[in-house]
Nanobody, 124 residues
Framework: QVQLVESGGGLVQAGGSLRLSCAASGRTFIDYSMGWFRQAPGKEREFVAAVSQEGAITLYEDSVKGRFTISRDSNRDTVDLQMNDLKPEDTAVYYC?????????????????WGQGTQVTVSS
């Protein structure tokens, strides 16, 4: 199966931007729909954004619509999350995930493979 490695997290002031990247290796990348999730301390892991296998369909959690953009590059086998106008409430560990199974694309239960996570901290 595919392996996932995230990068690009860090510390940024409110209003700033970060770009997260997830590199996939192993099984054919196009077999997977891809998602980004996040988990803040003491909270459950939550959906942020997802992109379909061919990249034609994207979905976003309401609080990030208009600020975050998910994209995938099948030549590089990567999926990126561009995050603009960051807010302190965006602070969390961000996880990349891959999905082949049926099921709701916004649900953690539908995803087969997870990366190790990357920390994003937004200061006020």
């Amino acid at each position: 199966q595919v392996q996932l490695v995230e990068s690009g997290g860090g510390l940024v002031q409110a209003g700033g931007s970060l770009r997260l990247s997830c590199a996939a290796s192993g099984r054919t990348f196009i077999d997977y729909s891809m998602g980004w999730f996040r988990q803040a301390p003491g909270k459950e892991r939550e959906f942020v954004a997802a992109v379909s296998q061919e990249g034609a369909i994207t979905l976003y959690e309401d609080s990030v619509k208009g600020r975050f953009t998910i994209s995938r590059d099948s030549n590089r086998d990567t999926v990126d999350l561009q995050m603009n106008d960051l807010k302190p409430e965006d602070t969390a560990v961000y996880y990349c995930a891959a999905k082949t199974a049926a099921g709701q694309i916004t649900s953690t239960l539908s995803y087969d493979v997870w990366g190790q996570g990357t920390q994003v901290t937004v200061s006020s």
